[in-house]
């Protein structure tokens, strides 16, 4: 039996009544073509089911139609909403999101960008184990395809997507002074990255305003895994002048701090009170459910992913872009003990 016959680009270019070039820019996603033409040549594809040769045409055209997201951790619930979001932009645009984690260490970064310029990858949003790494920020300012950064700030010769973590910070600091606290332990990840570093300033700032000193033992940062914010939260709660309230603002360290905090006879909400520097089902699920910090990672993702399309699609050079994301804070009732 006759199989049944493809529809070719040259029967797309005879519906939507445009020259074949047109729609091999279409299909090529070239910003010169008009939005009429191109909703012509996107409505005649759709009705033909006309469905292009991926394969032949990223040969033709040094295309692979792959992007690449570069994080630190895959098991890290918070960073699932951003993946999500920004795949799911990708794949309207017929790009195939290449997933791969950096596990915070330079070399491993080095590496995968050197693997990603062999695959022809055509572009890579990632985070930064080290901000001020030379030999990074090189390697970064010189790949051969775009790069939107997740949440760094030092290189502003790239885009880059953020959440202003020190507004944040400043927010769950404040609120927890405001009902009377005056040492308020913090557990924060490594100040060589932007959001920890900017939590940090937050925390300072929110002091600052009101007239109260910093008390640097009660900073204890490098948090990046739920045993350290465990040890580092006992160690908190075992001093003779513990805080009376703590700023969990390394993402998903919560677990660790509330069961340190449970092992050392305490109760959150009476006899201490604790605000999240990123919301999750336990801060919101929790007994009592624990006040945290909230942002858009969705949108983050998807602004990401909107930048790095617009660099692929028009390589022309242009200044470095920056969208930094309100972050705002939840009050539940686990920031409810008050200061003595």
Request: charged share 25%; with cysteine.
């Amino acid at each position: 039996m006759a199989g049944i016959r493809k529809a070719t680009i040259r029967d797309v270019a005879a519906r939507a009544g445009v020259a074949l070039g047109t729609v091999s820019r279409v299909l090529n996603e070239h910003p010169s073509v008009t939005p009429q033409a191109r909703r012509s040549v996107q409505d005649a594809i759709a009705a033909l089911g006309y469905q292009r040769d991926a394969v032949a045409g990223s040969l033709r055209n040094a295309r692979t139609r792959m992007v690449a997201c570069a994080i630190r951790d895959f098991d890290i619930p918070a960073f699932a909403s951003y993946v999500k979001a920004a795949e799911e932009v990708f794949r309207r645009a017929g790009y195939t999101l290449l997933l791969a984690s950096t596990s915070n260490e330079k070399d491993v970064e080095l590496a995968l960008l050197r693997g990603f310029a062999q695959r022809r990858v055509e572009g890579v949003m990632m985070t930064m184990s080290d901000e001020a790494d030379a030999e990074l920020a090189a390697a970064i300012a010189g790949a051969p395809m775009p790069i939107v950064l997740i949440d760094r700030e030092l290189l502003q010769n790239v885009d880059r997507v953020m959440a202003d973590h020190q507004a944040g910070a400043g927010l769950a600091v404040g609120h927890l002074i405001s009902l009377g606290h005056a040492r308020i332990g913090m557990i924060v990840g490594d100040p060589a990255a932007y959001p920890s570093r900017s939590r940090i300033a937050g925390y300072r700032h929110a002091h600052a305003r009101r007239g109260i000193a910093v008390d640097e033992a009660l900073i204890r940062d490098h948090a990046l895994s739920n045993e350290i914010a465990f040890r580092e939260t006992c160690a908190l709660l075992a001093a003779a002048d513990r805080p009376t309230a703590l700023f969990v603002a390394a993402v998903d360290m919560l677990p660790g701090t509330l069961r340190a905090i449970r092992s050392s006879g305490l109760e959150v909400g009476r006899d201490i009170a604790i605000v999240a520097g990123s919301d999750s089902d336990l801060a919101e699920l929790g007994v009592p459910p624990v006040s945290a910090l909230s942002w858009d990672r969705a949108e983050m993702g998807r602004h990401a992913a909107e930048m790095l399309l617009e660099r692929i699609r028009d390589p022309q050079p242009r200044a470095p872009r920056c969208v930094r994301l309100p972050v705002s804070l939840i009050v539940r009732g686990a920031s409810a003990a008050t200061g003595g």
